[in-house]
Antibody, heavy 119, light 108 residues
């Protein structure tokens, strides 16, 4: 069955770094764009980044551009999010989501992983 | 940039109809998606591409668009429908995904 599972969240100090992973199974990972979406406490959903099937095309929210890097390994079926210079405003649940074939929405999400930035 | 506006909350009694709206300038040209999100769970798409209901989503969920307004309708609301609902579209160029602020639906 189709599944995406995030990992790598945790507590990190301001200014620190963290790398999230999203392991995909049950579908042809290399054929689908993928996104990272986050939800800060008490807030709504926010697109963080997305990546094309080959990894050559990426997009970032203004709030993370220059600090976060999205990548993928199509041989291992894993999506990554490298997060640097973390601030308290980056505290959120981070979801991995599969982009639909039309690249207009998301048709499948993971349960998320919590990132807490605090001293 | 492209913003999507949703009302923050609504309450509905079981069996009634809930209509959740999403307003955005690019909606006449871009698809609207709707996601149901319950605390501690993965969001689930309930409507794709304005009005398509994915497999496994109950028939009481439907979507429509008119001009700059997209609407998610839940007919015959059930207790299990209590959740946050988010609309999502793309900016006018189609290159960035944008989410509405979410509507919390409470079932009385």
């Amino acid at each position: 069955q189709e599944q995406v599972v995030e990992s790598g969240g945790g507590l990190v100090k301001p200014g620190g770094s963290l790398t999230l992973s999203c392991a995909a199974s049950g579908f042809t990972f290399r054929d689908r764009y993928m996104s990272w979406i986050r939800q800060a406490p008490g807030k709504g959903l926010e697109l963080v980044s997305y990546i094309s099937i080959s990894g050559t095309y990426t997009k970032y929210a203004d709030s993370v551009r220059g600090r976060f890097t999205v990548s993928r390994d199509n041989t291992k079926n894993i999506l990554y999010l490298q997060m640097n210079s973390l601030g308290v405003e980056d505290t959120a649940i981070y979801f991995c989501a599969r982009v639909d074939p039309e690249i207009r929405g998301h048709d499948f999400w993971g349960p998320g992983t919590l990132v807490t930035v605090a001293s | 940039s492209h913003e999507l506006t949703q009302s923050p909350s609504m309450s509905v009694s079981p069996g009634q109809t809930a209509r959740i709206t999403c307003s955005g300038a690019a909606l006449p040209k871009q698809y609207a998606y709707w996601y149901q999100h319950k605390p501690g769970q993965a969001p689930v798409v309930v409507i794709s591409k304005d009005n398509e209901r994915p497999s496994g989503v109950p028939e009481r969920y439907s979507g429509s668009t008119s001009g700059t307004i997209a609407t998610l309708t839940i007919s015959g609301v059930q207790a299990e429908d209590e959740a946050d609902y988010y609309c999502q579209s793309t900016d006018s160029s189609g290159s960035f995904f944008v989410f509405g602020s979410g509507t919390k639906v409470s079932v009385l």
